[in-house]
């Protein structure tokens, strides 16, 4: 562990957390709970309360997340942070495993407690960006965060599957109990690979720190002051709005797609064989993406990711087989992590120096905003409608609304802070251009 670099421990944090998003969001979690944990409830009504779920886990994150970013940057408690959302997120998924069938809502209230920790955790991963690399790095650093990200979860993922599908290899009764393992496997994966960060990433306290009473104090205010300082910042403003209505649409697509496979009547091991092809079909791709936005620019890339997504819920729309769900796979695996990694070092050159934290909190706020209305669109309309694949069709204003605001911001000028202005005149690529 000695002789990893920052930059390497602090992707491989990457590699840690992605196992809860692949193996409890996009995987087991939405098939177990319609399955096992609430089988006795209709799909639609099932489907209804896990939309709500996601969405309270992310109005408690906007609640709070200008409080956590503003006091990580006062007290240069980034990393603190981090490690104790880490902590929360990583026991709240490894206690899924005690849960007996039925206990729909127990389950419920555990998912969304380990939603909201990984969220919050991520507040302070991505203000730590600056700490690790410099400008010029941003994208290939987090390309390769997003990456580690898709082997890690892969890796898991395919073990978690393999248990499910041959329980008895691994001396397990059946594969309900092959899914309840999965769930502690996670937490204990997650608090493992966050070790290399926690040891390697030093971060720099401030100069002359406040005290903690006074920093509370000051931090509960963050809302305004955070507001006023983005305000100060146009083209990092405008590009939030358009970063929240687009990876709303990117995280309906990767929370709802099993549950919306499940409701169209695809085979349930159809879909994990479709979640893998997306894992393992992302690690390479991110890290090409990476290359292509230094080549493209940033934000053209960005635009390219959400052309695909659009022709790809279209199609979900009309599939009717396992074939086509593994050839959508592939197209999302292609592009997701690209989207995602492009779009945070896209924003980390808009940051001025200093305000990470605070801009990061605003960053994740807004990305999980989006998500507040995706899954319950998607759920409500389902059930105004009786018909799912209606439903999905709630996430193509979203793309289609960020990728024009992703276009208004790139024709405003550079950031006005010092700290950004000398960030953008090292970024790679033509991403900057008015």
């Not at 200093?354 to 669109?377: D, H, Q, S, V």
């Amino acid at each position: 562990m000695s002789r990893l670099t920052p930059a390497t421990a602090w992707a491989l944090y990457d590699w840690a957390n992605s196992a809860f998003a692949t193996v409890v969001m996009a995987g087991f979690f939405p098939l177990f709970f319609k399955q096992y944990w609430a089988g006795s409830l209709p799909t639609t009504e099932s489907t209804f309360w896990l939309g709500m779920t996601m969405t309270l886990a992310s109005v408690v994150l906007i609640l709070v997340a200008p409080v956590i970013g503003g006091l990580a940057d006062v007290l240069g408690w980034r990393k603190r942070v981090l490690i104790q959302f880490t902590l929360l997120g990583a026991g709240a998924t490894a206690a899924l495993w005690l849960l007996p069938q039925g206990a729909w809502v127990w389950a419920l209230l555990l998912y969304g407690l380990a939603s909201f920790a990984f969220m919050a955790a991520n507040i302070a991963y991505d203000a730590l960006l600056p700490t690790v690399a410099e400008p010029g790095q941003f994208g290939r650093v987090s390309s390769r965060g997003f990456a580690l990200g898709y082997l890690g979860g892969g890796v898991l993922f395919a073990l978690c599957v393999g248990m499910t599908l041959q329980p008895d290899w691994f001396g397990l009764r059946d594969a309900a109990q092959a899914v309840s393992l999965s769930f502690l496997l996670t937490g204990l994966w997650w608090l493992l690979f966050s070790l290399p960060l926690m040891r390697r990433v030093v971060e720099h306290a401030p100069a002359n720190p406040p005290p903690l009473r006074r920093a509370m104090r000051a931090s509960l205010g963050q809302w305004r002051a955070s507001w006023r300082h983005l305000r100060a910042e146009p083209r990092a403003l405008t590009f939030l709005v358009a970063y929240w209505l687009y990876i709303d649409g990117v995280d309906t697509v990767i929370r709802m797609a099993v549950d919306y496979g499940l409701s169209i009547g695809l085979p349930s091991d159809g879909l994990i064989i479709a979640l893998l092809i997306v894992q393992f079909v992302g690690f390479p791709a991110t890290l090409l993406y990476g290359r292509l936005a230094g080549r493209i620019g940033m934000a053209r890339a960005i635009f390219a990711g959400l052309g695909v997504y659009f022709l790809i819920v279209l199609w979900a729309t009309r599939m009717n087989s396992a074939l086509e769900f593994y050839l959508l796979a592939v197209g999302v695996g292609l592009v997701q992590g690209g989207v995602q990694a492009m779009s945070r070092a896209y924003f980390a050159h808009l940051t001025p120096a200093g305000r990470e934290g605070e801009f990061f909190a605003f960053y994740n706020m807004l990305g999980k905003f989006a998500a507040l209305f995706g899954p319950i669109l998607v759920g409500a309309l389902t059930l105004a409608s009786e018909d799912h694949r209606i439903g999905m069709l709630a996430v193509l204003p979203l793309f289609a609304g960020g990728a024009w605001l992703l276009w208004r911001a790139e024709r405003l000028s550079p950031p006005s802070g010092e700290g950004c202005k000398a960030r953008m005149s090292r970024a790679p690529g033509p991403s900057h251009r008015r």
